[in-house]
């Protein structure tokens, strides 16, 4: 057959490169980087053949799956399928109200454009306050100390990486992420050229990641101490008078409460904490303060810990304090094409962020942005009484594996009345599932960034056209997702789409603030996700269209990152809240954190791998294949101590759970301190994932303790979780 070349965009992460497949027919028989991207200028991560190993997957589910009399997950049509669901959730519904039903949306749907638009709509008509998402897992802390700040869960400063000549980078390993909430394609080569221009790359971090390998310095840390560490670098530049806003300090409200809040934080008080020499401290203080052009960047490390809301705002702190927010090589806004409420400048004024709403049934923790923390859904599920949790729906994701003390959880699906799921495996999660409703392969979708292109280093806009046609008998993603829309607003199994679909593109338009009638016009006759597109373009900052895009194949480059306060800030004062209540109040907990004794007990991080950042890509052979991935990292000194071998294996106990994984001594992590990475565990019955059970791994998650949250942002504390260590000297299975 004759071979044709088609260009798009990689949905695995959040570097979004630009891909050249080949295909012959139905066979994609090459993929490579797209040298003329205008982003990613052909650089491409191993991820990247993960595209067509999906694509063949023999275990991707193609047809619905409903479970039998028997008890098994067997083939159904489309209306067989709805009609259990419909049947399922109105049944729970019935007897419990719309609360009873809960919602978790998984990571891989802030890469799926037909989720971005369309998940939202389904989530208003279930109606449920009983909302999960993977953020709680991931990046809550730095969504809610950016709402406070700036007004917006997005409104995120990202490092001006192509024009820094000094980045500090706390808890993250962007050549493994390949970025985290900084869409920045080559990371490797980025860092490098701030080296090669006389700049410094400075990371603390409790391992020497890949990142660190290609850093001017790396300082260890004691897990959950980063916002220490940062409450000290402040405190030095009030101290010796290195605070330099300069014209930021006429749009902060709140810059003199400051200073006595890091007054008990000096470098000398938090360097036993952090493990790091008062000395350090007050030199990389110092060197932040002196460069040019700087940024700090933290991220899932940062996080995924007790205080990690006050970290992300520190973080922001200090671009502030050193006069590096918001100009060229500093921490800037993106400018997005499409999708941000933020796009256009306003006088900065705005409503701010609402949190607390709700709260969790049984824990009484706090809704944030529509949602409540995921380390609650087991016990709302688990606790009988009034509101407790009967259904889930799950969209693309897999909690059984990625939510804190997951053994529970997975009791807990166990006992739900009834659940449905979206996705395109039975993994760990849908495994529980009444009904599997499939997704559709990366390569028979059309692709754009809303969520990741509102992070960018560099204003883009790069939309993807399908590849290949939908195969025989699959459905559109968008119009399943409205098709469960209907069912939980209770208009049936056979709800009209269509009429869903102009729902949602009138919305579209009339929130754009213009006549919704001849936008709608414009676009005609576009219908699903590419006509929301196309309306977002044409109301965005650079009026473009979606004709404009499909006509640039390689994508269309809008210029690099602009100042744009304090147009882009939506607080009611108009101007950056650096002292919002809520984070002043919890300071004085992380006072306390500093008369903690040294217990010297080992503690668990996670780790970030270039290849796996999500579980399901362990079914991908590409993507597995090699030397084993999933081993405990122990510092010689610990495994010593612990009577420890190099490949042998450990077990690992926590408060909540324990695992066995194989051990790898290695002096590129701490002493006092183990990792684990996340995603693996897939060694349990009723799974169709005959690679990933090849390559089973320890579920790290079985260690993390449901009850330890960040009080703020509700995320789940799961670095420096406390463990202890013995040999496995025998095959006996962990205790149940």
């Not at 290195?242 to 400051?258: N, R, S, V």
């Not at 899932?300 to 992300?312: D, P, R, V, Y």
């Not at 809520?582 to 500093?594: G, H, N, S, T, Y």
Request: with cysteine.
């Amino acid at each position: 057959m004759e071979a044709t070349t088609a260009f798009r965009t990689c949905p695995f992460c959040e570097a979004t490169c630009g891909l050249e497949i080949v295909v012959e027919g139905d066979r994609v028989t090459r993929v490579r980087g797209d040298a003329d991207d205008v982003h990613s200028h052909g650089f491409l991560c191993p991820k990247a053949t993960g595209v067509k190993a999906l694509h063949e997957d023999p275990d991707r589910v193609r047809t619905p799956l409903v479970r039998d009399a028997s008890g098994r997950l067997a083939p159904a049509t489309w209306d067989e399928a709805f009609a259990a669901v419909d049947a399922g959730l109105s049944r729970v519904i019935a007897a419990g109200g719309r609360d009873a039903v809960a919602a978790y949306v998984g990571n891989p749907n802030a890469h799926n454009l037909d989720s971005m638009v369309y998940g939202p709509a389904l989530l208003r008509a279930l109606g449920s306050k009983n909302v999960y998402t993977a953020s709680t897992v991931d990046q809550m802390p730095k969504q809610v100390s950016c709402g406070l700040m700036f007004g917006g869960g997005l409104t995120v400063p990202v490092p001006d990486v192509d024009r820094c000549e000094h980045l500090l980078i706390l808890g993250a390993n962007p050549l493994a992420s390949n970025g985290s909430l900084l869409t920045a394609p080559d990371m490797r080569g980025r860092l490098r050229a701030i080296r090669a221009r006389g700049g410094k790359v400075v990371v603390f971090d409790p391992r020497r990641s890949r990142t660190a390998e290609e850093a001017s310095e790396h300082h260890f840390i004691r897990p959950g101490t980063d916002a220490l560490l940062l409450f000290a670098l402040v405190h030095v530049l009030f101290e010796e008078g290195l605070t330099a806003p300069g014209t930021l300090a006429d749009l902060c409200e709140g810059l003199d409460a400051l200073e006595p809040l890091a007054a008990p934080f000096a470098p000398e008080a938090v360097a036993p904490a952090c493990e790091i020499a008062a000395a350090q401290i007050r030199r990389v203080a110092r060197e932040l303060a002196a460069a040019p052009r700087a940024a700090v960047y933290g991220r899932i490390g940062t996080c995924t810990q007790e205080f990690g809301t006050l970290a992300s705002w520190l973080v922001d702190v200090l671009n502030v304090l050193t006069g590096n927010l918001d100009r060229p090589g500093g921490a800037m806004f993106t400018r997005a094409a499409a999708g941000s409420r933020t796009a256009h400048d306003g006088d900065g004024r705005g409503r701010g962020i609402r949190m607390g709403r709700w709260h969790s049934r049984v824990r009484g923790l706090p809704e944030a942005f529509g949602e409540l923390p995921v380390a609650c859904l087991a016990e709302e599920i688990d606790t009988p009484g009034e509101g407790q949790v009967r259904a889930l729906l799950t969209l693309a994701g897999n909690p059984a594996r990625s939510a804190p003390n997951s053994a529970r959880l997975e009791r807990a699906l166990e006992s739900l009345d009834f659940m449905v799921s979206v996705d395109v495996y039975v993994n760990e999660t849908t495994r529980h599932a009444d009904v599997v409703l499939p997704g559709v392969s990366p390569l028979e979708k059309a692709h754009y960034d809303l969520a990741l292109l509102q992070l960018s280093v560099r204003n883009v806009a790069n939309y993807s056209p399908p590849v290949l046609a939908l195969s025989e008998g699959a459905q559109p993603e968008w119009r399943t997702l409205l098709r469960l829309a209907g069912v939980a607003a209770g208009q049936g199994p056979d709800a009209d789409v269509d009429a869903f679909d102009d729902l949602v593109a009138f919305e579209i338009a009339r929130r754009a603030g213009a006549d919704p009638a001849p936008l709608l016009e414009a676009v005609a006759p576009r219908r699903g996700p590419e006509r929301a597109l196309d309306l977002m373009l044409r109301t965005g900052p650079y009026e473009l269209t979606l004709d404009d895009l499909e006509a640039a194949p390689h994508g269309i480059d809008l210029g690099p990152l602009e100042p744009r306060l304090p147009g882009v800030l939506r607080t009611p004062s108009g101007r950056i809240e650096l002292a919002p209540a809520p984070i002043v109040e919890d300071v004085p907990r992380l006072r306390a954190a500093l008369a903690r004794p040294a217990n010297g007990q080992l503690v668990l991080v996670g780790r970030r791998q270039l290849r796996s950042n999500n579980s399901w890509m362990h079914n991908l052979e590409p993507l597995v294949k090699g030397p084993d991935r999933c081993t405990m990292h122990v510092h010689p000194t610990d495994a010593e101590r612990c009577g420890l071998q190099d490949g042998g294996r450990a077990r690992v106990t926590s408060a909540a759970g324990t695992v066995d994984a194989p051990v790898e001594i290695t002096d590129a992590i701490m002493p006092g301190v183990v990792s684990l990475p996340h995603g693996w565990g897939h060694d349990v019955d009723g799974v169709e994932l005959r690679v990933a059970t090849r390559h089973a791994g320890a579920n790290s998650n079985l260690l993390a303790d449901e009850t330890q949250v960040d009080p703020l942002s509700g995320n789940a504390v799961l670095n420096g979780i406390p463990v202890e260590l013995a040999p496995v000297h025998d095959a006996a299975p962990v205790p149940a």
